[in-house]
């Protein structure tokens, strides 16, 4: 019996509410993750999870063995990884979560050279543009824009995400370019639904003053890739970060607009489940994302020339 396989089916399984999720993270079908729990039942002598019609949910023993098995899970990857790590060598899947925008256009084209120097290591990425629950969808590091409140997660700043107001020259010229951020409340503002100050923009004014204007418009989104189209059609103006326009600011598709008002930048953050240890080849990860954010302009904290 692989104690650590039938570990992580239990633990795949109450982190996910049901067989046939499990099943499908962990590359396998229902029928053989069905039969690894009931083979770990008749190890440890209890039922771990009642099951329904409607799901599974996890029976007193199995709410103690779970962090058991957690434990072990981490315990056997530090010590899987140790050898390795210690040639400078990482192996095994990671699980790396990040909003859409950002995974596209910022962590995907760093990761061929991570991939390049560890051929045994790789890499599952899950965009969303919502606040996911690192531990029910099986995340090892989410990369996360904004502050981070929860108790129950570690993180590590990697970088800072600053904004600009932006829009594209043409619709500029027919509405105007505002002259100080109150006049936003009379223009077309895309909303990012994502942001807690989505109706109102927070800004820091010339002399340090801070203040928030309140916004409006016709179009919200709920992905920041869908504010981002929208601004490059020439739907309004966007508060949005300046790593999402690098090309299109050079080239002059977009411009920023009150450029002398710096909307209020957010921390770029490597977020990990407190409940767990980070194993080499996650840390591996977070290291290549941390150095080559290091020398990005646009993901530091000073002004982009």
Same mark, same amino acid.
């Given at each position: 019996?692989?104690?650590?396989?039938?570990?992580?089916?239990?633990?795949?399984?109450?982190?996910?509410?049901?067989?046939?999720?499990?099943?499908?993270?962990?590359?396998?079908?229902?029928?053989?993750?069905?039969?690894?729990?009931?083979?770990?039942?008749?190890?440890?002598?209890?039922?771990?999870?009642?099951?329904?019609?409607?799901?599974?949910?996890?029976?007193?023993?199995?709410?103690?063995?779970?962090?058991?098995?957690? &434990? *072990? +899970?981490?315990?056997?990857?530090? #010590? $899987?990884?140790?050898?390795? /790590?210690?040639?400078?060598? @990482?192996?095994? %899947? =990671?699980?790396?979560?990040?909003?859409?925008?950002?995974?596209?256009?910022?962590?995907?084209?760093?990761? &061929? *050279? +991570?991939?390049?120097?560890?051929? #045994? $290591?790789?890499?599952?990425? /899950?965009?969303?543009?919502? @606040?996911?629950? %690192? =531990?029910?969808?099986?995340?090892?590091?989410?990369?996360?824009?904004?502050?981070?409140?929860?108790?129950?997660?570690?993180?590590?700043?990697?970088?800072?995400?600053?904004?600009?107001?932006? /829009?594209?020259?043409?619709? @500029?010229?027919?509405?105007?370019?505002?002259?100080?951020?109150?006049?936003?409340?009379?223009?077309?503002?895309?909303?990012?639904?994502?942001?807690?100050?989505?109706?109102?923009?927070?800004?820091?004014?010339?002399?340090?003053?801070?203040?928030? @204007?309140?916004?409006?418009?016709?179009?919200?989104?709920?992905?920041?890739?869908?504010?981002?189209?929208?601004?490059?059609?020439?739907?309004?103006?966007?508060?949005?970060?300046?790593?999402?326009?690098?090309?299109?600011?050079?080239?002059?598709?977009?411009?920023?607009?009150?450029?002398?008002?710096?909307?209020?930048?957010?921390?770029?953050?490597?977020?990990?489940?407190?409940?767990?240890?980070?194993?080499?080849?996650?840390?591996?990860?977070?290291?290549?994302?941390?150095?080559?954010?290091?020398?990005?302009?646009?993901?530091?904290?000073?002004?982009?020339?």
């Amino acid at each position: 019996m692989d104690m650590l396989l039938h570990f992580r089916a239990f633990v795949r399984v109450a982190e996910l509410g049901g067989f046939s999720a499990a099943a499908r993270a962990l590359n396998a079908s229902q029928p053989a993750i069905s039969r690894q729990i009931a083979d770990l039942e008749q190890r440890v002598g209890a039922r771990l999870l009642h099951r329904s019609p409607t799901g599974v949910s996890l029976t007193e023993e199995g709410r103690s063995f779970l962090g058991a098995a957690r &434990a *072990a +899970l981490d315990a056997a990857d530090t #010590a $899987l990884g140790a050898v390795g /790590a210690s040639r400078g060598e @990482v192996e095994g %899947l =990671v699980r790396l979560g990040s909003s859409i925008a950002f995974g596209r256009l910022q962590v995907i084209p760093r990761l &061929a *050279a +991570l991939l390049e120097r560890h051929p #045994a $290591l790789s890499i599952e990425l /899950a965009l969303s543009d919502g @606040v996911v629950d %690192l =531990v029910q969808e099986g995340i090892d590091v989410s990369i996360r824009i904004g502050t981070v409140t929860d108790p129950d997660l570690v993180v590590r700043r990697l970088g800072t995400s600053r904004r600009a107001v932006v /829009a594209t020259p043409g619709y @500029v010229a027919r509405v105007g370019r505002p002259a100080h951020p109150d006049e936003l409340a009379q223009h077309q503002c895309i909303r990012f639904m994502g942001l807690a100050t989505r109706e109102g923009w927070p800004f820091e004014g010339p002399d340090g003053e801070t203040f928030t @204007v309140p916004v409006r418009g016709q179009l919200r989104a709920n992905t920041s890739e869908v504010v981002r189209e929208a601004v490059l059609q020439g739907l309004g103006f966007g508060l949005c970060p300046v790593w999402m326009f690098c090309r299109e600011l050079r080239d002059g598709t977009v411009v920023p607009v009150l450029t002398d008002w710096t909307p209020t930048a957010l921390p770029i953050q490597a977020v990990f489940s407190s409940r767990r240890q980070v194993p080499a080849r996650v840390r591996a990860v977070v290291e290549h994302l941390a150095a080559e954010f290091r020398t990005d302009p646009l993901l530091t904290e000073a002004r982009a020339a």
